[in-house]
């Protein structure tokens, strides 16, 4: 690692531990040649995932999107935005962990869906709303029977990834 003082290419680790919630690793480190102390960051790369929107363009998965959407279906209901990070994060690595790169946005909303449906009945028909582009207030009503068959919380895992679409 370079020395970002003295450009000196041996240095020591003083320090290592987890960050960003272990998906990198933080480590402190010690110039060998002028005892600079300095930070650095590893990370595994990834490679992107492009989202496939409904009129055919594509973009790259943007995560803050996805909470956005989240905070906004949530506002009010008294989930924690720590929660939904959670929500984004099972999101995110159960689409890293496929083998194709691209991803229609239904498969994301439906995964989303998936999660708020345990979490929050009000969000769930928020989301939903915006999501499915409810026109009428029958779009409503067939939401909200449909709320009541209400099954046990899953983790998000490949299988889901297989069967929604």
Known sequence: MQCPSCQHTDSRVLESRAADAGRSVRRRRECLNCDFRFTTYERVE?????????????ETFNRAKLLHGLLRACEKTGLEPARLEAVVDEIELALQQRNAREVSSNEIGELVLLQLRQMSEVAYVRFASVYRQFRS?????ATLEGLGNVEPAAPIGKEH?????
Request: proline letters at 4%; aromatic letters at 4%; glycine letters at 4%.
């Open 46 to 58: 990834t490679v992107p995932i492009t989202v496939v929107k409904r009129s055919g363009c594509r």
């Open 137 to 141: 207030v029958s779009d409503f009503v």
């Open 161 to 165: 990834l297989a069967v929604v679409v």
